[in-house]
């Protein structure tokens, strides 16, 4: 598995730059051997609130370099469960 993989689906990822706590739900459009560019609804809303606009012809896209992602997080098609609730 390759975050390269991902490249066009959701994906939540900690950007300490978007928010320095929150998984952020965010759109994978590149990968990159630097980082990846992403389109951050979160980014985008802070965006046209400091513009004092609704709306934008176009969508900002991110750059973030490895070193400002925190994790990633994707799920796969995989049951899963809670070993404590099963008594394991």
Do not use: C, R
Request: aromatic share 10%; hydrophobic share 45%; charged share 10%.
């Amino acid at each position: 598995m390759q975050l390269s993989d991902f490249v066009g689906q959701p994906i939540s990822m900690l950007i300490p730059f978007i928010h320095q706590t929150a998984l952020q739900k965010v759109n994978l459009l590149g990968v990159e051997a630097g980082g990846v560019w992403i389109e951050s609804q979160t980014f985008t809303n802070a965006v046209l609130q400091k513009l004092g606009v609704p709306t934008s012809p176009k969508t900002s896209v991110l750059f973030v370099p490895y070193h400002g992602i925190g994790l990633g997080l994707f799920s796969i098609d995989q049951p899963a469960l809670d070993e404590k609730a099963f008594g394991v």
